[in-house]
């Protein structure tokens, strides 16, 4: 290996190696096409290509790959979740991540942490105490802990919380982890590339072609495309393609926020969840605090950044480490959530033939990326729901029967 | 901070409301079928664009209707729910 960093540091060119291709033009049809390059659009890309053998696709991106919500999240990998379909599905999405930087031979930074969901109230327990027994019953690792084991894991948290709202236990998840989330949209982007597949950055969906209720092109900024298969992946914007193939959802938008810290020696090791505080915390490979809370209060098709997010997280992140006054804030920033009313996402066929959908991710898409990759990949190729996605169908709000899952996946509640 | 006309109270800031909501027709559940019942819990418009909502000035209890451009984040117009009781229940 020294041999080799020698020849290259005496060598007269250094080409910068490059992630994926860029193709110079659509083509006139594809197989498959998917709208939205980030984690979930370029890990259905990979799997279809890899376990289907389906690799006449296009991958369409209005913006920047991974530019969107995969970038945009708090990293946070997790399958201690409350509904026997949520705790499944993010369990097997565990089970993929651990696997995933050498699959993608690529250094996702995956770091195994530990994840504390405090409880500041007897409430607080209770949902603990049926989060652990669900997650146990399918084989994931979660249990109940009491004041003195968080205090271990953290020994510079303030159980007392400044005195109003004191720390009596956690659900302490051991899997919990995080990882570097550009890398998993490059990692799947080049996966893919390698195996044939076109990846179109800058690329604008203007308009859906349905023929007899079914898909039949795709109309873009760079022409028109026949396919008569299209995956959607656009997060915050869904609505908007929704409607142009006439189809209704629930899905409501709200900007989630976060922020992050100047860079730190590293002293946090665990991830730090608290609903009752409406706020989260872990460490990044690099150093720094990144933050999160809860989404904004009202509907909004913006990334814009407040003042008062900043504030209200700045605030209760003191109750929790008040040593923290003097960090400066570097950046903050929003995404835009695409939120349903039962706090799952929408995945799997549509009362459109060959239009496939993957939304609702609201504020927890991006630990479901490697799974939502394999489960979408499977229903497009093979036309039916994969079995651990049933529970999330578009059509379970019309059959009032929505999979309940806000007790553990958003911490405003 | 952002600054809402309130109909009743004037600019206030932001924090003092909350958003109630889509303005829309709610059907007689007596008599709607359960699909137009379940249309009405779970169908919504979520395209960016001008829509009429609820909000209420929470100190005030007082509720009404705003005009809001949900791509821009701007509120176009703040009037009394009164004013719009013919049109929509």
């Known amino acids: 290996m020294p041999h080799r960093l020698l020849r290259f540091a005496f060598a007269r060119r250094h080409p910068e190696p490059r992630m994926f291709r860029e193709p110079a033009r659509l083509r006139d049809g594809y197989e498959v096409v998917i709208i939205g390059g980030g984690g979930h659009g370029l890990a259905a890309a990979y799997y279809l290509a890899r376990d289907h ?132 949209a490059w990692g799947y982007a080049r996966g893919a590339d390698r195996q044939g597949v076109e990846i179109h950055q800058g690329v604008e969906v203007l308009g859906l072609d349905v023929r007899d209720g079914a898909m039949a092109g795709v109309r873009t900024s760079r022409g028109d495309i026949k396919t008569k298969k299209v995956l959607c992946a656009v997060a915050g914007s869904t609505p908007r393609i929704l409607r142009m193939i006439g189809l209704a959802s629930p899905l409501a938008i709200h900007p989630l926020q976060a922020m992050v810290t100047e860079p730190l020696k590293p002293w946090l090791d665990p991830i730090i969840v608290s609903s009752s505080l409406h706020a989260y915390v872990s460490q990044s490979a690099r150093g720094e605090l990144v933050m999160g809370a809860s989404l904004d209060p009202y509907e909004l098709h913006s990334t814009r950044s407040t003042l008062e997010f900043a504030e209200g997280l700045a605030v209760h992140m003191l109750d929790l480490f008040p040593f923290l006054a003097d960090v400066k804030v570097n950046r903050q920033w929003a995404g835009m959530a695409d939120m349903t009313p039962d706090f799952a996402p929408i995945m799997g066929t549509t009362p459109c033939d060959g239009f496939f959908l993957d939304a609702g991710w609201g504020t927890y898409g991006f630990k479901a990326t490697p799974i939502c990759g394999k489960t979408m990949s499977h229903t497009v190729a093979t036309g039916s729901n994969h079995p651990l996605i049933t529970g999330f169908s578009l059509g379970r709000f019309a059959r009032l029967e929505l999979t309940g899952e806000k007790g553990a996946a958003a911490v405003g509640h | 901070m952002k600054l809402i006309t309130c109909p009743l109270n004037g600019p206030r800031p932001l924090l003092e409301f909350v958003c109630g909501g889509e303005l829309r027709d709610m059907p007689d559940p007596d008599l709607c079928s359960d699909g137009e019942w379940a249309a009405y819990l779970f169908k919504r418009d979520s395209t960016p664009g001008v829509k009429r909502e609820w909000w209420c000035h929470i100190p005030s209890g007082y509720w009404f209707i705003a005009e809001r451009d949900t791509a821009a984040d701007v509120f176009l117009k703040t009037y009394d729910a009164a004013d719009i009781r013919g049109a929509a229940p």
């Open chain 1, 53 to 184: 053998g389906i690799r006449d696709i296009a991958v369409l991106e209005k913006g920047y790959l991974g530019g969107g919500n995969t970038a945009r999240n708090t990293t946070i990998i997790r399958s201690n979740y409350l509904t026997p379909e949520g705790v499944q599905f993010y369990d097997a999405s565990m089970k993929l991540w651990q696997e995933l930087s050498t699959e993608l031979d690529f250094n996702l930074f995956f770091s195994t942490r530990g994840h504390l969901t405090l409880a500041h109230s007897d409430a607080d327990l209770r949902t603990a105490r049926w989060r652990a027994e669900v997650n146990k019953h399918f084989g994931v690792r979660s249990e109940v802990v009491d004041a003195a084991f968080v205090k271990k894991l953290v020994p510079q948290i303030d159980i007392a919380c400044g005195g109003h709202t004191p720390i009596v236990g956690a659900l302490y998840h051991a899997p919990g982890a995080i990882a570097r989330h550009d890398a998993v």
